[in-house]
């Protein structure tokens, strides 16, 4: 299996082709000899192997995801008004957006995947052996990242089943013992989901997430090369005896292959089943049965078991724990034994926890299926979303058309409490213009009718009726109150 | 750092320096195909607003006919024309100048200046329309007089329909002696 090789520096003078130059020429510079020798020359023990290969898997994952979410940042507004439309205009418009956006989707599915094969493998191979407690933690760290990904990035096209699955994701936070009610605010940006929750999340998922993940990464892959890698089960993990191989070139080869194929599924997935824009969020929507991403279903199906005041042991102790055990590892399991067979406790904990994960998922979609009312349901939101899929895109504003000439703001007044009423999300209960939904009243007609002081006064202090129907007493400056109120008393007019 | 590698190499150096180097064309060589490959959806999916054919522009009122009737100078007019922008539908107002009538016909002219692009006044004094960025001077009827301008200044399609002056907003390529329309 050893074939370590000659690196290539110290070839003869006298084979001074053009490339040898160029190289020479950037060594002096650059010192490409020392960079390649780093990267290419990390010995393995015991030689390459396929079962190695997920860490350079996730690292192409981890920088394919971040090309196709910059260029679909070309084109996405996150805004509650605006999220939903300019994700349906990459999805039916935009030239490849819809491959783009399905290879992003994919892509994350397939980190989750690989994470976990990564972790297994690792865990198998007692790999986190012998000094490596930093390196493991740090992969943790990046596990919890990857997950914080896929929730954040989940909520982005603000369709019925993201905006479902993540007023559920967000309302477990406030489970958690005294700041969860905080939490769950903080991470909407307020009681209610709208348009700080898109702002929030967008924040977190392109710019602070990526930031913490790259430093991980980096992190992560210093400490591997500080331990150096473990090699197989036999052997030892802090002076490995065994005859080494070089990373470059059947690593990599390996590492390559295995990103091909992976790059290659995407790619057929991408373009043959197309990920799809459900109907935009309709938080009026009370039939909705929303359920999360497969890799949640687990943690889904597992809150179904806890009820009352047992629901924190359920959200929070158990999976705190189970958090803490994986985190904690190395520093449980401290002998240098690495062959699996001779770790049955170690292994026998890992299978018993993964296996619970793969029979609960199993078990949450049994369960869809065999409630008829679910099974119905759900048929009719997959109906919904290839009816919405089948639709020609509709651009934003296109109520307002020139043949009909109707709602131009035109006192500055009103145009300025509409922001108000938009920014405080009024319409997320009132609906658009005041129509009303299922979660508040209508105020178009009577409520409009009423005086401005009258409507300030029920603004600032809403009756006991109004707060048990979850209006809030709005906090705003007195300016924006008198162009709220002239907005709404604007809405009479605009009525029939 | 690998000894242990460098102390198995010696015994079949020749060889594996070969097949190392023919790997190394391999990967170098797969990965540049794969990239562009993959590059291509990413550059379509970035260029599309320059691929994209854009949709048929509507005609806009201007006004009633009748009002043009008599006109010796340009009447400046602002036109509402519905435009898409990438998602949105949008109304901007443009302005025109509507020339006197000639032979029973109205023309519109367009003020955008085929220069660089300036808006031009309609000078009442000298009854001329001189663009204030580089002085080019036009006639009433938008005929190049002098300056830089590469030609005359752009005429818009009108039509007139039950009574009704309606005009096609366009854009004209600038620095150009022809009058050629952007999409």
Redesign the interface.
Known sequence: M?????P?RTEQPQRATFRHQLYKWLDVRVGIGSILHEAL?E?IPGGARWAYVFGSVLLFLFISQT??GV?LA??YVPSAT?AH??V??IVK?????S??RSLHAYGSSAVVIVVLLHLTQTYVYGAYKGRRELLWISGCILLGLMLAMAFTGYLLPWDQKAYFATTVGTNMASDVPFIGTWLKRFMRGGDEMGTLTVSRFFVAHVFILPAVLIAFIATHVYLFRKAGAAGPTTADPINPKL????F??RQ??MD?VVA?VM?LILGSLAHFAPTELGPRANPADTQYIPRPEWYYLPIFQWLKYWRGPYTIIGIVVIPAITAALLVLVPFIDRRLERRPWRRPIALGVFVLILGAFVVMGFMSVRDDRRDPSIATQVAKQRDEVEQFMRQP?E????A???SAPVATVVDPLVAAGKKVYDSESCDACHGENGVGTAAGPKLAGAIAQKSPEELSNLLRHPTAKMIEGEMKPVDISDEDLKALVAYIRSLNKAAD | ??E???????S??KD??T???F??VL?GF??VV?GAA?SV??I?????PL??KTTEI?W?DVGKIDEFASLTVPAKRLI?V?Q?D??????SEKAIYVLPPKNGTVRILSPICPHLGCSIPWNEAKQEFICPCHVAVFAMDGAKISGPAPRSMDHLDSKVEDGMLKVRYQYFRQLIPTKEALS
């Not at chain 1, 651009?395 to 296109?398: I, K, L, R, V």
């Open positions: 050893p074939n370590g090789t000659e290539e020359d010995p090309i196709t260029v070309l084109y605006s439309t300019t349906a205009y418009e935009v030239t490849g957006g491959f783009l005859p080494t191989q070089r470059y070139p990599v080869v390559t091909l790059i895109f651009p934003e504003g296109a307002t058309s020139l | 750092m690998s242990t590698a460098q102390a198995f190499a010696s079949r150096e594996s320096v097949r190392r180097s790997l190394g990967l797969g990965t794969m993959l959806p990413l379509r999916f970035a260029l599309h691929l994209a509507r806009s509402k519905e898409r990438a998602w949105r539908k949008i109304i």
